[in-house]
């Protein structure tokens, strides 16, 4: 079995600045991906960033990269140059040889000006 | 850019009745999938489905649910005799391949009264 533990319920970030969100997941697979995923107001779920577990190469996706520490199965998100529209629901998220999604249970971003 | 589109928006039944959610896939997606999330929980796998069969089904998935591919274009969830607890926001979502990343819908909310 799968778990994801999102310890952060909601973060709040000025507008332009940067912040970090924690996850950690556990898994008996050697073979797995991670995601961030993104879920605004308007409930679509939206594809933030993907990691590969066999890289060790943090993805980066514009202002949105990962920290990935696979000894200590831990996968946050940073956000740099926060805007407006990156307020919603981030939901870290894992998967392995079963294809199926297993979601932590979020965390609400707020930005501010 | 192709979406998964998901209809009806918000659905209202009475407890007891049968429901079908319908979805349209990406095109040419191979791999299909319904989760749900109930208002304030995580995002929940309910089923996957692949050439034209289920491939895995979570423990939510029991007698109570089934889904077809009924043609070329859409993905349907039934739920039959349905109870209150199925009150939930339902996602479809499809990849082009195994562990490839999951395009979701807007969902549906179903209202059980």
């Known amino acids: 079995a799968q778990t994801v533990t999102q310890s952060q319920p909601e973060m709040s970030v000025q507008e332009a600045e940067t912040v970090t969100l924690s996850c950690t997941y556990d898994t008996s697979e050697s073979d797995y991906y991670l995601f961030w995923y993104k879920q605004p107001p308007s409930r679509q779920m939206i594809l933030v960033i993907r990691q590969e577990a066999y890289k060790q190469q943090n993805a980066t996706e514009n202002r949105f990269s990962v920290n990935f520490q696979k000894a200590a199965k831990s996968f946050s998100l940073k956000i740099s140059d926060s805007q407006l529209g990156d307020a919603a629901m981030y939901f870290c998220v894992i998967t392995g040889t079963a294809s199926k999604l297993t979601f932590g249970t979020g965390t609400r971003l707020q930005v501010t000006l | 850019e192709p979406e998964v589109t998901q209809t009806p928006s918000h659905q209202v039944t009475q407890m007891g009745q049968e429901v079908i959610l319908r979805c349209v896939p990406i095109?040419?997606?191979?791999?299909f999938y319904w989760y749900r999330q109930i208002l304030g929980q995580k995002v929940e796998f309910l089923v996957s489905f692949y050439n034209n069969e289920i491939s895995e089904k979570s423990e939510i998935f029991d007698d109570q649910f089934s889904v077809e591919r009924p043609d070329g274009s859409n993905f349907t969830l039934k739920i039959r005799s349905t109870k209150l607890e199925d009150s939930a926001m339902y996602f479809c979502a499809s990849s082009q391949g195994f562990n490839q990343p999951q395009h979701f819908g807007d969902g549906t909310r179903l209202s059980i009264l």
């Open positions: 095109s040419n997606h191979l791999y």
